[in-house]
């Protein structure tokens, strides 16, 4: 199902499965505007810890064993950027089939990895239909374009498309038209090629100017992988006093506390890479660093 973008499909999904009063799964630290939506729907948040295999399904169940969804980003965690281990994927599939709960799968930047091939989606995996996919071209190709799409198992289908004519019957035809003439026609896998080279390039030199500025007093998170990495802070500084320092330099900073539903938060930063070139990497390193010194 043709949706327009990623927050259209998550909203769909929080229609067509949930009831007010459902707990779902989040990962914690997570994407908070998936958090609205659940919380817009009536549902009961349940956050569970993520580690460097993705969300701990073991914690999830000890804690929220009778949750109705989990929503999950396994190829590339937002905002870690960890990638679920093949156990944690069995283990999140086994306990969607015997609890009868839906997974929900954003898969929002897989395309752009650098030092592996893409990463396979629990939907693949899943020979039960406990999990409903979302993709999305706001990130591959631009976030205005505004068109995302849903992989939805064939029983729900015709549950799918009735809260769908509910809410806004369907996107443009026009830019779909395109879109598919773009793919047909070898534009958009030449695209990724391309792009997967320029961000690669770019990542790097994020990489390397935080190393020397910052050294070891950083720890980089994520950076095989997508458009951002996360920078995490010590010294009990505040990454959202920080933000607001740096956004008089127009520097602008997305503070990792944010993505949390509860306390403690690990305070840090998501540093977005892909409208910055090498060339200016350096300088809005050294911004930050001066606005972490000045606060």
Sequence with gaps: ??????????????????????????????????????????????????????????????????????FVTPSHQFPLGCTMSASQRLQLLDWAHRSGAWIIEDDYDNEYRYESMPISSLQGLDGGSRVIYIGTFSKTLFPSLRIGYVVIPHDLVARFVSVRLAMDVFPSFLYQEVLNDFIKEGHFARHIRRMRLLYSQRRSALVESMQEEFGSAMRLLGSEAGMHLVATLGNGRKDRIISERAALKDLW???????????????????????????????????????????
């Design 1 to 70: 199902m043709v949706v327009s973008g990623s927050q259209q499909g998550l909203d769909l999904c929080a229609r067509a499965l949930l009831n007010p009063g459902d707990r779902v799964w989040l990962e914690e630290p997570g994407y908070r505007l998936a958090r609205h939506v659940f919380a817009l729907a009536g549902c009961r948040l349940a956050p569970v810890p993520v580690d460097l295999e993705g969300i701990q399904v073991s914690v999830g169940i000890s804690r929220y064993r009778k949750a109705c969804a989990a």
């Design 253 to 295: 900073l997305w503070p990792l506390s944010s993505c949390y539903l509860q306390e403690p938060a690990i305070q840090g930063f998501i540093l977005g890479f892909g409208s910055v070139t090498p060339g200016q990497m350096p300088k809005a390193v050294r911004q930050l660093r001066s606005a972490i010194e000045e606060c």
